[in-house]
Every structure is written in structure tokens, then in C-alpha cells.
């Protein structure tokens, strides 16, 4: 009999044992699933005001790029000469050649940052040429074309002057290509020298 009553209160310890675990386990379940339901809805709220704001400051970035592109534009416009032209407008003279034009010497090293003296084809690429280098200088070239030309040879090397002739030579058959007229042209002799 003794046995039998260990046995019944055994039994019934062991069903209150595992009624009670039972009923924490289901306990702890609904709280772990409620954490992390919770857990997720906060992550997704969090990507949601993430994605709004974003949202919004992508319209404001889109206005400060804009206004950044137009400043840029102005202060590139500010650096040109008044009487600038674009490039489409202005006409090119290609009748003689810039090294045989008259240039005035070279201005001061305090004049390098000035804007070109006009809006003349050759002073425009005189004054590139000194923005790159500022102790380039260019002789007063004021007799007739011989006479320059023979002033040039004296004061050149003879490879720049043997590029010179290059150029002048390819100048020359452009310009013959550009007014194909055979008559009124005189033959001009070659001088010996």
C-alpha cells in the first residue's frame, strides 16, 4: 500500500510538473513571438521614415545642384572679356598668318590676369598664348611682308624657322583651296639668300 500511495503521488506530482511547464513554454512562446513581432514593426517603421526623408531631401539636393551648376556658370561667365563673342559668332581670319601680323611686345606680368586687349583674332590667341607662358614675347612686325618675313629668319633658329616655312607653305595651298582663281596671281621669285 505504501508503494501504491508513492506511486499515485508521484503520478500526480509529475502531471502538475508537466502541466505547469507546458503552460510556461506556451508562455514564452507568445512572449518571444510578441518581441519579436514588435521588433519587427519597429524596423519597419524605421524604414519607412528613412525612406520619407530621403524622399524630401532628395528634392532639396536636386535644387542645390542646380543652383551650384548655375553659380558655376556665372563666375564662368564673369571670367570672360565683355566683348567676348561665342565662339559660333566670331569670324575667323585665316588672310595671313599670326606670326606675320603685327603684334604689340608682350604686356606686364601684372597685365597676365587682364582680359585680351580686344576681341581680334589675334589678340584672343595672344593672350592665351601668354596665360600658358607669361615671358612668351612678339616682335613689332611694321615693314612690308619681305621685310618682316626676313626679320623673322634672323631672329628664329633654323627648326623653327624650317616649322615656319611648314606652316606657311600648308597655310598657303588652304588658302589657294579656299579661292581656286589661277588668273591674277603673279609668279613671286624665290629670293637667293
Request: net charge positive; proline share 6%; hydrophobic share 40%.
Given at each position: 500500500?505504501?508503494?501504491?500511495?508513492?506511486?499515485?503521488?508521484?503520478?500526480?506530482?509529475?502531471?502538475?510538473?508537466?502541466?505547469?511547464?507546458?503552460?510556461?513554454?506556451?508562455?514564452?512562446?507568445?512572449?518571444?513571438?510578441?518581441?519579436?513581432?514588435?521588433?519587427?514593426?519597429?524596423?519597419?517603421?524605421?524604414?519607412?521614415?528613412?525612406?520619407?526623408?530621403?524622399?524630401?531631401?532628395?528634392?532639396?539636393?536636386?535644387?542645390?545642384?542646380?543652383?551650384?551648376?548655375?553659380?558655376?556658370?556665372?563666375?564662368?561667365?564673369?571670367?570672360?572679356?565683355?566683348?567676348?563673342?561665342?565662339?559660333s559668332k566670331m569670324?575667323?581670319?585665316?588672310?595671313?598668318?599670326?606670326?606675320?601680323?603685327?603684334?604689340?611686345?608682350?604686356?606686364?606680368?601684372?597685365?597676365?590676369?587682364?582680359?585680351?586687349?580686344?576681341?581680334?583674332?589675334?589678340?584672343?590667341?595672344?593672350?592665351?598664348?601668354?596665360?600658358?607662358?607669361?615671358?612668351?614675347?612678339?616682335?613689332?612686325?611694321?615693314?612690308?611682308?619681305?621685310?618682316?618675313?626676313?626679320?623673322?629668319?634672323?631672329?628664329?633658329?633654323?627648326?623653327?624657322?624650317?616649322?615656319?616655312?611648314?606652316?606657311?607653305?600648308?597655310?598657303?595651298?588652304f588658302e589657294m583651296?579656299?579661292?581656286?582663281?589661277?588668273?591674277?596671281?603673279?609668279?613671286?621669285?624665290?629670293?637667293?639668300?
Amino acid at each position: 500500500m505504501a508503494e501504491e500511495q508513492r506511486d499515485l503521488i508521484s503520478d500526480r506530482g509529475s502531471s502538475v510538473l508537466n502541466t505547469g511547464d507546458t503552460q510556461r513554454s506556451a508562455w514564452g512562446r507568445k512572449a518571444a513571438l510578441s518581441t519579436l513581432s514588435i521588433l519587427v514593426a519597429l524596423l519597419i517603421a524605421g524604414q519607412a521614415v528613412t525612406v520619407y526623408f530621403v524622399y524630401q531631401q532628395s528634392g532639396q539636393i536636386s535644387k542645390l545642384t542646380k543652383t551650384s551648376q548655375t553659380l558655376q556658370l556665372e563666375a564662368l561667365q564673369r571670367k570672360l572679356p565683355a566683348s567676348a563673342k561665342p565662339m559660333s559668332k566670331m569670324r575667323m581670319n585665316l588672310d595671313m598668318p599670326l606670326a606675320m601680323r603685327v603684334l604689340p611686345l608682350a604686356p606686364p606680368a601684372g597685365a597676365m590676369n587682364m582680359a585680351p586687349a580686344s576681341n581680334k583674332t589675334e589678340d584672343q590667341v595672344k593672350h592665351l598664348l601668354l596665360q600658358t607662358d607669361p615671358r612668351k614675347t612678339f616682335p613689332e612686325l611694321k615693314d612690308n611682308l619681305m621685310d618682316n618675313l626676313k626679320s623673322l629668319k634672323k631672329t628664329m633658329t633654323d627648326a623653327d624657322w624650317k616649322s615656319f616655312e611648314s606652316w606657311m607653305h600648308k597655310w598657303l595651298l588652304f588658302e589657294m583651296a579656299k579661292n581656286p582663281k589661277p588668273e591674277d596671281r603673279k609668279a613671286i621669285p624665290a629670293e637667293k639668300g
